[in-house]
T-cell receptor, first 113, second 113 residues
Framework: KAGVTQTPRYLIKTRGQQVTLSCSPI?????VSWYQQTPGQGLQFLFE???????NKGNFPGRFSGRQFSNSRSEMNVSTLELGDSALYLC????????????FGEGSRLTVL | GENVEQHPSTLSVQEGDSAVIKCTYS??????FPWYKQELGKGPQLIID?????GEKKDQRIAVTLNKTAKHFSLHITETQPEDSAVYFC????????????FGTGTRLTIIP
């Protein structure tokens, strides 16, 4: 069974640009969550989607947004990039109704210059 | 909101010895406590979890204990091996079905051959 797939794995952007990251969950999983990982702040929750609806949102500015499609695939977008947005962005999927395990992808590493 | 503290931040143990990592949480309504292992260049991988109605859970060389009264939980790894070297994260979740995890800051475990 394929795991969570994130694309692209690495990308470099400059300040002011915008970026879109993609996540394909494990087949059958309907919940997708996004986390930002940085050395200083650790793993921080961005948002969670279930059945194309955002159910939870973390404490990030409105520049961070996301969506989920009918096939459960999800994208997150960061607009007007800042240097501090450089991080590993992790997507996790889960099968609601199960014990609640989150399965993480390998992440998209964003560098903002 | 929930706050999770994790200690120590780094831990070095001789191969074959035991390692213990401790976490405390702030919200008594948290009811699910997973532990994740993150190897270099990879996403976090769930290694064991425990729910608030259980005091201890074991899986081969790994065990987790939970003290709800004191609001702390610990990861125990026995007979450590070189492949146990990684960063370990504890986490807490408030409500079953709410997929938001609050993570600890991580422990870098190094097994000395």
């Amino acid at each position: 069974k394929a795991g969570v797939t994130q694309t692209p794995r690495y990308l470099i952007k400059t300040r002011g640009q915008q970026v879109t990251l993609s996540c394909s969950p494990i087949s059958g999983h309907r919940s997708v969550s996004w986390y930002q990982q940085t050395p200083g702040q650790g793993l921080q929750f961005l948002f969670e989607y279930f059945s194309e609806t955002q159910r939870n949102k973390g404490n990030f500015p409105g520049r961070f947004s996301g969506r989920q499609f009918s096939n459960s695939r999800s994208e997150m977008n960061v607009s007007t990039l800042e240097l501090g947005d450089s991080a590993l962005y992790l997507c996790a999927s889960s099968l609601l109704g199960s014990p609640g395990e989150l399965f993480f992808g390998e992440g998209s590493r964003l560098t903002v210059l | 909101g929930e706050n999770v503290e994790q200690h120590p931040s780094t831990l070095s143990v001789q191969e074959g010895d035991s390692a213990v990592i401790k976490c405390t949480y702030s919200d008594s309504a948290s009811n699910y406590f997973p532990w994740y292992k993150q190897e270099l260049g990879k996403g976090p991988q769930l290694i064991i979890d425990i729910r608030s109605n259980v005091g201890e859970k074991k899986d081969q060389r790994i065990a987790v204990t939970l003290n709800k009264t004191a609001k702390h939980f610990s990861l125990h790894i026995t007979e450590t091996q070189p492949e146990d070297s990684a960063v370990y994260f504890c986490a807490a979740r408030l409500n079953f079905g709410n997929e938001k995890l609050t993570f600890g800051t991580g422990t870098r475990l190094t097994i000395i051959p």
